[in-house]
């Protein structure tokens, strides 16, 4: 998100928010990304961990959690079995996860044909 | 941070006003060496300015940095006859972001005749503007080590002749004057850069990633590129360069250059220091190995040639294509081979005989068989364009659609391409990402 304005200088640390007719200044968005729920479409569903399992795809209404395993973030059921991953630009959520925030959220949609699919709403816990 | 003493970053101070557009409205900051600044202050690193700017700019400059908790402002000399002012056409670096510094032809600097001594500073990062460099390299200690940041004004090395002691780091980015007059052979760059002795060369290489060279292991560490939402790429090289340097003697070149290019991304997608400073504390705590596991686009400068992008869209000399035509600039910009059947194939006549239809259809055909990706720009729906679209998923090449018109929001043409967007920042982060995948899978 970018602040703007050309009459003063407005961006110093600390300003906090104010919006004005050319938009918003100051030093904070008043916004936190970490914050931020999210819906997202899982990749990789037909060659995770659950799909191998159980040859289909999670129920609409089934709880996931948020993981990073080192390398990506995935999508997880209350057993830590790793429904799908997360696309890379979500990558944002390591940081956040690693400052102990941490998501919960639902499958919002699923099916299994004819490529297994995934969709999910998450929150902030 | 403490980084006993601070680091003194040395430059000039601009005002940066970037004109808006779309639904943006334009912005004004602090610029120069003031996003190092920021940087900087966002990484809780202890730094000094020494600085050039006009007058008029002083006392703003001093409130600024101190609210950026800045140790000692030193004001170095004077810029008259110019207000030292850039406007900035694009924000976030599509294309030639367009600098246009006023009156810059009239532009003089000043050394001021009494200045204090800086030789208190152990590592000072340079980034050389108008001023002459060797009319200050007295104030500080020979013991200093010195680093470079080389942008705009210098299109040689001569500069590094005069530098007594030791130079710790070159940077460049291939958006130089230096880089596009040497940077053609990277073995030439490279050959260049060790004459002056530095411990280490950073190539910043934009949406591709960044090469830190070890000029005494021969070692090259590859940086990747986190590719989202840019803001403003303004000052964000720099910010790179002043954390890189600032953490050098607690991290080493690498893990600093790291750090570096996370501060970096974080610095291109706010112009809120708050929000800056938040985000980059909370990447800082990340450890390096995770940073480095999740990897990001890497397509160095000298590669790009090696890829070719298919260009499918109505290409022709009677059409209306501006956003096209801008595509194409983007994309060349980046160093990237852009094939256009039209122009190499010709254009056909209206109406074209049975002959030349058949033959263009199987030369374009060919064409897009032997390109690496495609970048379709559907304007007007043209058909042909969404003929080689279908091509192209058929034949498993990724398929990049710019869609500036809005014209093509349709499922089959919105999920059959790996980026759909008629933003071109988005299309050409997924011209990067594609090239990347081809490269890691290669």
Partial sequence: M???????????????????????????????????????????????????????????????????DGQRVFAVDDHGVKVGALPTNFNYLVACLNSNTSYVGIVEASDRAPVPTVSADFVVE | MSVNPPVLIVGELFVDYTLGRNEVGSKMRLGGVAHAARGLWSANVEYAVAAFCPSYLVDEARRYLGSCECKEFVWLGDVVGAPNVIFLKDATELADQGYEELMRESKEVQIHEQLPSLDLYERVVFFPGQFN?????????????????????????????????????????????????????????????????PEVFLLKENRGGSRLFDLKSGEVEEIPANLGETVNSVGVGDVYSAVMVALSAMLGWKGAAWRGYQAATVYARSTFPDDIKRDIQREFCLPLKDVQAMGGVFVPWHDRQNYSIYLAGPDFSFME???????????????????????????????ASEYDLQRTYHMDYQLLKECDLVFAIPLGRDPGTLIEMGMAIEMGKPLITYDPRKENNNTMVMIGSQVYSFDLGECLNGVFKAVSKIRMTA
């Fill in chain 2, 321 to 351: 294509k501006a956003e096209l035509e801008y595509a194409v600039e983007s994309l060349t910009y980046h160093n990237f081979k852009v094939r256009r059947p039209i122009v190499e194939n010709g254009e056909l006549l209206r109406p």
């Fill in chain 1, 2 to 68: 970018g602040s703007t304005g050309s009459g003063r200088f407005s961006d110093y640390p600390g300003a906090g928010n104010r919006t004005t007719a050319g938009g918003a200044t100051g030093g904070s968005s008043n916004s936190d990304k970490c914050l931020q729920a999210f819906s997202v479409v899982l990749e990789e569903v037909g060659n995770s961990q659950y799909y191998s399992n159980n040859r289909d795809v999670p129920a609409v209404g089934v709880s996931l959690r948020v993981m990073f």
């Fill in chain 2, 133 to 197: 460099i060797s009319s200050i390299l007295h104030l500080f200690s020979s013991a200093a080590i010195f680093s470079f940041d080389i942008a705009y004004d210098f299109d040689d090395f001569s500069l590094f002749k005069v530098i007594p002691g030791k130079i710790g780091a070159i940077v460049i980015s291939t958006s130089s004057l230096l880089f596009m007059r040497l940077g053609e052979r990277i073995e030439t760059l490279i050959a260049e850069v060790q004459q002056h002795q």
